[in-house]
């Protein structure tokens, strides 16, 4: 079955400071990829997509994140935290069979210091 | 241009009530998905829709149904409410299989 493992319930990161959250999934195929922002009391917000490819994609915000098959990862990455990133982050996994769905993680809950 | 509207925002229901909650969008997209969010869960997909007319289950379809007459409009129905259902229920709809989901503000509902 398809799903989606964010190892990291909760990280702490000081504003400057790079940031790495980390997506592993499990899907049969090539799977589609996808990181969502979700700030307190807000719906989710696309940050970026992975369907094929250039394995390093960019999205809003200055995120990036990397396609590893090999890992079966799709970790998200920040050069430079700003406290306004303090948010919950969710990787996700489409699942395209009848219809067309995301299979969700669980999420990331990033804090950032200052 | 207004996205995806979700009403109401907040309520409480008493056990055994039912209610509808409210989901439209003005973008034309064909595809609409119901997820529920419980603190440290993630989301779970409760229903889609693919066009009007067409439903179809998610992962957790129990103690709800849908319904889709139009393109902009899925409404999310529950019988018999249980605190079982106590949640944060996101409407969200996308234009394909992009997996791109324009997401709404969310309806916090509350069963005591």
């Known amino acids: 079955a398809q799903s989606v493992t964010q190892p990291d319930i909760h990280i702490t990161v000081s504003e400057g400071a790079s940031l790495e959250l980390r997506c592993n999934y499990s899907?049969?195929?090539?799977?589609?990829l996808f990181w969502y922002v979700q700030s307190p009391g807000q719906g989710l917000q696309l940050l970026l997509k992975?369907?094929?490819?250039?394995?390093l994609v960019q999205g809003i915000k200055g995120f990036e994140a990397e396609f590893k098959r090999s890992q079966s990862s799709f970790n998200l990455r920040k050069p430079s935290v700003h406290w306004s990133d303090a948010a919950e982050y969710f990787c996700?996994?489409?699942?395209?069979?009848?219809?067309?769905?995301?299979?969700f993680g669980k999420g990331t809950t990033l804090s950032v210091s200052s | 241009n207004a996205g995806v509207t979700q009403t109401p925002k907040f309520r409480i229901l008493k056990i055994g009530q039912s209610m509808t909650l409210q989901c439209a969008q003005d973008m034309n997209h064909n595809y609409m998905y119901w997820y529920r969010q419980d603190p440290g869960m993630g989301l779970k997909l409760i229903y889609y829709s693919v066009g009007a007319g067409i439903t179809d289950k998610g992962e957790v379809p129990n103690g709800y149904n849908v319904s889709r007459s139009t393109t902009e409009d899925f409404p999310l129905r529950l019988e018999l409410a249980a605190p079982s259902q106590t949640s944060v229920y996101f409407c969200?709809?996308?234009?394909?299989?992009?997996?791109?989901?324009?997401f709404g503000e969310g309806s916090r509902l509350t069963v005591l």
């Open positions: 899907y049969g195929a090539t799977p589609y």
């Open positions: 992975y369907f094929s490819g250039d394995t």
């Open positions: 969200a709809s996308s234009v394909g299989h992009t997996g791109e989901l324009f």
């Open positions: 996700a996994v489409g699942v395209y069979q009848a219809g067309t769905a995301l299979i």
